[in-house]
C-alpha cells in the first residue's frame, strides 16, 4: 500500500496542500531504471520548452470527415477564427464547434465520433451532413436517422434524375447569401421530415414515396437542404454532393461552403480546451490518483492495477499528453519505493512529488504554448 498526501490546485499553479508520507507493504518492484527515467523527462522539458513563437490557438475547431477537398480552410478560418482538422487526433469531440460528414459511408466514422455524436448535439455543437453515394441512406445513415433534417426512404437513395433547378424557400436564409444555384441531377432522394426541421432548398420535381416504396405524390419536390435542432445544436443536411457539383463548375459553391461554416461555427458554443483546462484537469487527476494508489493493498499487481484504473480515467477523455501521464505514474512509484527502502525520508519524497508535479505541468505549459 502507498500512503502519501497529494497535491491541490490553485488558479493555473500547483500548490503543496500539506506534506506528503508513503509506506509500501509489498517488496520493491523496479519501476524503470531511475537514469532513463531522468532521461526521459529532460527530454521532454528540452522538447516542451523549445517553442514556436508565434503560434496561437484558434478560438473554435472544425472537423471535416469525408471528402475535404472543397472546403476553404483559410477563408473559413479568416472569418470565423476556426482551423479546419480532418482527424479527432488527442482531443475531445466537444471540442470541436462543428462536425462535417461529407459523403462519408457512417461505418468509416471514427468509432470515437459515432459513440459521442448525440452528446455533441446536446451540448451545442453544429453538425453538417452532405450528400453523395456514400451519405444518408446509401451511406447507411439509418442508426442516426433522428438526428437527420430529411427522412430516409430506401438503402440506395443516390439518384440520377433530370435537371432541374433548385428552389430557395428561404431566401433570407444566411448560408444562402449571394449564392446562385446551378440546376442538379445527382442527389439523395429523401423525403422531406414530417416535424422538427425546416426546409431551406429543394429540388423542382421528383415523388414521395412511402416506407414500401410506393408513390404517394409525383409532384412533392425532394428537400435538398433542411436544418432542425438537436438537444441545444443544429443538424444541417445537404442532399447533394457540394465536392461533385463545385468540381463540375458550381461559380457559387465555394461561398455557400463558407457561409454555412460561418452559420454553423457562430450556432455553436464549444472550443478547444484551454492551458488552463488541461493544467487543472492533470492536477485534479493526480490528487485524485494519490487517493487511490493510497487505498491499494495486497502488493505490486493490486498497485499496477490501481494504476491502470488511473491512466484510463484521461485515456478515455482523449487527455493530449498521456506521455507524461505515464512518467508521472512511473516516477510516483520510483519516489515511493525509494522512501519505503530508507534511500529517501517521507519529507524528501514528498518534496520530491511537489518537484515532479511542478515539471511535468511546465511540459504541458510550454507544449500548449507551442501548439499540439
Known sequence: MLEGKGTRSTGDRDVQSRPTHFAITHRRTRAGHPFAAGVLL??????GLCVREGSAEPSKLILALGDDSYIPADAVNASTGAAVKTELGNRELVEFAVVILSNIAYDVVPRAVRE????????GGSLLITGGPNAFGSGGYQSIASLIPFEIRGRTDWVAAPF????PLQPNHPILSGVTFRTVGTFNDLNPKRSGAV????????????ESGKIVSSRFPSPLIAEQSVGQGTVLGVAFDIGREIRSGWNDGTRFVQNALTYLTARSPLKPRTTADLLQAF????ESCDEELRRGRG???VWRGAAADCRRQLAERRYPHMDLVDLWLQERLKIAEQVDNGELSAPEGGLRIKALNTRITTVIEQREKSGR
Open 42 to 47: 529532460g527530454l521532454l522539458l528540452l522538447f
Open 116 to 123: 459521442r455524436l448525440p452528446e455533441f448535439l446536446q451540448q
Open 164 to 167: 432541374k433547378a433548385v428552389i
Open 199 to 210: 426546409e431551406i432548398a429543394h429540388y423542382a420535381g421528383g415523388a414521395t414515396f412511402d
Open 283 to 286: 492536477l485534479r487527476w493526480q
Open 299 to 301: 502488493g505490486g499487481a
